[in-house]
């Protein structure tokens, strides 16, 4: 494995760090206080490839890469995760099921325009009974003459409010366990599809979270994604490749928030000269580095393992378990060294320290990464 970038893959890193101070950077307290998530930056966002950023060019993607995807989210999460967390969860969830277990009619019809930027995805896989326990989600699917009608609710949906397109599981054969659910594609606007209860954050608050509510939904066969009965299998392998992503938006947060805590180091002076003259604040941020460089390698190389083609199930897990725990402890011990200004909101310690636990939860809790880490390496039923 060549670690060393490539000359696109910094051109890369450059223009989409540029775009983030740029555009993102005045805005983001704003934002986060008004927990929106700013609409005016999506043709922007598209405008970068940032929209599709793994798709074939045919579908109106980027046609790049994993290692390039964690550069895009990386670069943004340094500046404002919740920015990160929409592209990501755009991309890496909805999009990606689409593009995995798709038929070609499907991925015209609906991958084109989330790829382009010109609708917004949303994916629902947890439900209030069924959050570490994915298995057990109880949205129903009966067969109707015409089709399918959907009945259930999802919690912690991101863009639940925003997306025009989601990929929804629900239990076709209650009988056949993990093998009797099955993946829908819904559109906005179908009768009984609506958005429920907007959740109100702790952090990463610009990026939407919400309810999906499923009434008697009538969808017809062909929005039916992939085969009958293996939509969970099929979310399993989404997650895999999602959890790269998440693992670089808590290496991008652990980067903004270690940067922010060096700035205030150089420049806050106590006992007559620079905190960061202090031995014990120079090892806060050695040890800062340190672990952010070895949680960014442990993601990319994940991401280069899928770009081969690989399976990743272990190395995804391994890179979201110690990226979002070292980037819980990166930000609080910026915070630390801010001092009592980490508490205030006039500096970034303070949002970065919010931001960052969801890190440890979505896509999977610390607890499962372990769970599926292990059945990796020992012989444990799943």
Request: hydrophobic share 40%; proline share 3%.
């Amino acid at each position: 494995m060549d670690l060393r970038p490539t000359d696109e893959q910094r051109l890369l890193r450059q223009t989409v760090r540029e775009f983030a101070e740029a555009e993102m950077a005045p805005h983001t307290l704003e934002w986060d206080e008004a927990q929106q998530f700013p609409l005016e930056l999506l043709p922007k966002l598209a405008g970068l490839g940032l929209m599709g950023i793994q798709f074939p060019e045919r579908y109106g993607g980027a046609a790049m890469g994993a290692v390039e995807y964690c550069i895009c989210i990386e670069e943004l999460a340094r500046v404002d995760p919740s920015i990160a967390l929409f592209v990501a969860a755009h991309n890496g969830f909805a999009a990606a099921h689409l593009y995995r277990f798709g038929s070609e009619a499907q991925r015209a019809r609906y991958l084109t325009p989330l790829a382009q930027g010109r609708h917004l995805g949303g994916w629902g896989l947890t439900e209030p009974q069924a959050g570490s326990d994915a298995g057990g989600i109880r949205t129903a699917a009966t067969r109707v003459a015409d089709g399918w009608q959907l009945t259930g609710t999802k919690t912690f949906t991101t863009n639940g409010t925003l997306a025009e397109t989601f990929v929804v599981m629900a239990v076709t054969d209650p009988g056949r366990g993990h093998h009797g659910i099955s993946a829908f594609v819904l559109e906005r606007g179908t009768p009984g599809l609506t958005s429920g209860r907007k959740e109100n954050k702790l952090g990463v608050r610009a990026s939407d979270t919400a309810e999906l509510l499923l009434t008697d939904c009538s969808v017809p066969d062909d929005q039916r994604l992939g085969a009958l009965g293996e939509g969970f299998i099929g979310a399993l392998r989404v997650l895999d490749a999602g959890r790269i992503g998440i693992a670089a938006l808590a290496v991008g947060l652990a980067q903004g928030a270690y940067e922010a805590a060096r700035r205030h180091a150089v420049v806050r002076e106590q006992f007559g000269q620079a905190i960061a003259g202090f031995q014990a604040i120079q090892f806060k941020l050695a040890d800062m580095a340190t672990q952010i460089e070895a949680a960014r390698w442990l993601t990319y190389r994940a991401a280069y393992l899928q770009d081969c083609g690989r399976a990743t199930t272990r190395e995804s897990a391994m890179a979201k378990l110690f990226s979002s725990e070292t980037a819980v402890r990166v930000a609080e011990e910026g915070v630390q060294i801010h001092g009592g200004y980490g508490f205030v909101k006039d500096y970034p310690a303070e949002k970065f320290f919010r931001d960052v636990k969801l890190t440890t939860i979505g896509e999977g809790t610390s607890e499962i990464q372990r769970l599926v880490i292990a059945r990796e390496y020992l012989d444990v039923p799943a």
